[in-house]
């Protein structure tokens, strides 16, 4: 891309890393573990360490391709950790019903972590593990990357390469389908012990 990139941005990073790789190791710095605990809420934490690895090591093979238009890299990163767990869609699966049928949430870092809000949420978490082990793998990312990412419709429409449009009706569809099987009670209602 040409034109000015900002300093202190992603793309800045990006586009310094071109000329000097091992600038690369700032954006590993400023995302790894938002895109570690993304991956760890999707599939658990065996499988984060080496998903969020290959992401940056899919995202340094690709930086020459990034849009440096883009001042922030996190909808990059998410979408290529997106699209690793995809490829992982049927562990995922296991990992949602395995909480279904045990209750225990193997991504969760302490039982000491965060105890009321736990208490509260222990009684769904089964129920929410089905239902998102149910939903279609489109509905069931864009929930997640709102969810567990944090990311805005904007930034999951980029991470994904899809229209926002269709970011808003598919999370309109997962939260539906989602708070029907959870007997009406709306998954943001939980708590963050569910990762809802």
Not at 170 to 196: F, M, Q, S, W, Y
Request: hydrophobic share 40%; charged share 30%; net charge positive.
């Amino acid at each position: 891309m040409t034109g000015e990139v900002r300093a202190g941005t992603d793309a800045a990073v990006i586009d310094a890393s071109l000329r000097d790789p091992e600038r690369f190791a700032e954006l590993y710095d400023r995302h790894h573990a938002t895109i570690h605990r993304y991956i760890a809420r999707r599939l658990g934490r065996d499988q984060a360490d080496d998903l969020m690895a290959e992401t940056f090591l899919i995202a340094f093979a690709q930086r020459e391709r990034y849009d440096l238009t883009c001042a922030g890299a996190r909808p990059w990163l998410y979408g290529i950790a997106t699209n690793l767990i995809g490829q992982h869609h049927r562990a995922e699966n296991r990992f949602w019903r395995l909480i279904a049928r045990t209750g225990a949430d193997p991504a969760v870092e302490s039982p000491s972590e965060r105890v009321a809000e736990r208490v509260s949420a222990q009684g769904m978490r089964r129920e929410l593990a089905a239902a998102l082990a149910r939903l279609p793998r489109g509905q069931r990312d864009v929930l997640l990357l709102t969810a567990a990412g944090g990311l805005s419709a904007d930034e999951i429409a980029s991470a994904l390469g899809i229209a926002k449009g269709t970011v808003h009706s598919r999370l309109n569809r997962a939260r539906r389908k989602t708070r029907d099987a959870l007997g009406g009670i709306d998954p943001r209602d939980v708590g963050e012990g569910v990762h809802a």
